[in-house]
């Protein structure tokens, strides 16, 4: 079993910026691909961000491109969501997630992924 905590979430002005932060505990999640997803209220879980396990593959939704950045410390089971330029459309509860095979190539559904976090919630007021 994995047990996943995001941190780093909160209140921010648009324009600004916010880390995530994800942590693993239960065993090493080193050799998995790991993502980034969100869900705004009455909406879908939405991916936005996926790392391979080796942390030199990176994937990213369309929406935040060039404003967001994944990346990982494998000595620290921990992935991160660097967020800048933050939106009132990126206001959302995010998830980090684990998924079951060493890289993703193309956008992931929920379904590849084995755990999750309880999420952080993520305020962009105007």
Same mark, same amino acid.
């Given at each position: 079993?994995?047990?996943?905590?995001?941190? !780093?979430?909160?209140?921010?002005?648009?324009g600004g910026s916010l880390r995530?932060?994800?942590?693993a505990s239960g065993r090493t999640v080193s050799t998995y691909a790991m993502g980034w997803f969100r869900q705004a209220p009455?909406?879908?879980?939405?991916?936005?961000?996926?790392?391979?396990?080796?942390?030199?593959?990176?994937?990213?939704?369309?929406?935040?491109?060039?404003?967001? /950045?994944?990346?990982?410390?494998?000595?620290k089971n921990t992935v991160y969501l660097q967020m800048n330029s933050l939106k009132p459309e990126d206001t959302a509860?995010?998830?980090?997630?684990?998924?079951?095979?060493?890289?993703?190539? /193309?956008?992931? !559904?929920?379904?590849e992924f084995d755990y999750w976090g309880q999420g952080t919630q993520v305020t962009v007021s105007s």
């Amino acid at each position: 079993q994995v047990q996943l905590v995001e941190s !780093g979430g909160g209140l921010v002005q648009a324009g600004g910026s916010l880390r995530l932060s994800c942590a693993a505990s239960g065993r090493t999640v080193s050799t998995y691909a790991m993502g980034w997803f969100r869900q705004a209220p009455g909406k879908e879980r939405e991916f936005v961000a996926l790392i391979s396990w080796s942390g030199l593959y990176a994937y990213y939704t369309d929406s935040v491109k060039g404003r967001f /950045t994944i990346s990982r410390n494998n000595a620290k089971n921990t992935v991160y969501l660097q967020m800048n330029s933050l939106k009132p459309e990126d206001t959302a509860v995010y998830y980090c997630a684990v998924a079951r095979v060493p890289t993703i190539t /193309t956008r992931p !559904g929920v379904d590849e992924f084995d755990y999750w976090g309880q999420g952080t919630q993520v305020t962009v007021s105007s």
